[in-house]
């Protein structure tokens, strides 16, 4: 069965320095993965998403995400952090093997930026 | 451009009552989902459509219908509401499956007392 993963409810770091949410994954087959971001009482935005080819993808805002296949993980990084980067992360995949619609959400993470 | 827009953005509701959701595109996409979004539990897909006309059950779909009559709407009926169906629920559209990315409303919180 499908399934993501993220590890930690919360992620704190200080402005300026370098952040990195964490995303796991299990999918039958090649996964599409995706990044989505959402600030208070608005829907969620779509960051980047990974298809295939280069493991690093780089995305809105300045975020960058690396597949690593033999982890199974779709790590969200960004070089150096914006207070208004603070909000709630998703990292979602779809399995093309069940169809390539059905998105499967994890959990979320907050992330917050302290200045 | 509006994109995607939800309306009500807030409902509160008794136990056993009905409503509708209505989620309006203007971006001519073939696809679009509910999903319910839970404290803790990511984003769950109630119901979706491949097209006018289509719809089909998603993850947790027990408690809902939907119908699609219009490429550009795509409505979310609470039969008879219960306190479990209190939640924020999306409405999503995307040009194709695979690697198309999603394009979220802003909410509607539905409260039922």
């Known amino acids: 069965a499908q399934s993501v993963a993220q590890p930690e409810d919360q992620v704190n770091v200080a402005e300026g320095n370098p952040l990195t949410v964490k995303c796991t994954y299990s999918v039958s087959g090649n996964p599409y993965l995706f990044w989505y971001v959402q600030y208070p009482n608005r829907g969620l935005q779509f960051l980047l998403k990974?298809?295939?080819?280069?493991?690093l993808v780089k995305g809105s805002y300045g975020f960058e995400a690396e597949f690593n296949k033999s982890q199974t993980s779709f790590h969200l990084k960004k070089p150096s952090a914006l207070v208004s980067d603070s909000a709630l992360y998703f990292c979602a995949v779809r399995d093309p093997n069940t169809g390539g619609f059905k998105t499967i959400f994890g959990a979320g993470t907050r992330l917050f930026v302290k200045a | 451009n509006a994109g995607v827009t939800q309306t009500p953005k807030f409902r509160v509701l008794k136990t056993g009552q009905s409503m509708t959701l209505l989620c309006a595109q203007d971006m001519n996409h073939e696809y679009m989902y509910w999903y319910r979004q839970d404290p803790g539990m990511g984003l769950r897909l109630i119901h979706y459509s491949v097209g006018e006309g289509t719809t089909a059950k998603g993850e947790v779909p027990d408690g809902y219908n939907v119908s699609r009559l219009k490429k550009q709407n795509f409505l979310l009926g609470l039969e008879s509401a219960a306190p479990s169906q209190t939640s924020v629920y999306f409405c999503?559209?995307?040009?194709?499956?695979?690697?198309?990315?999603?394009?979220f409303g802003d909410g509607t919180r539905l409260s039922i007392l």
């Open positions: 999503a559209t995307s040009v194709g499956g695979f690697g198309q990315p999603q394009h």
């Open positions: 990974y298809i295939t080819g280069d493991n």
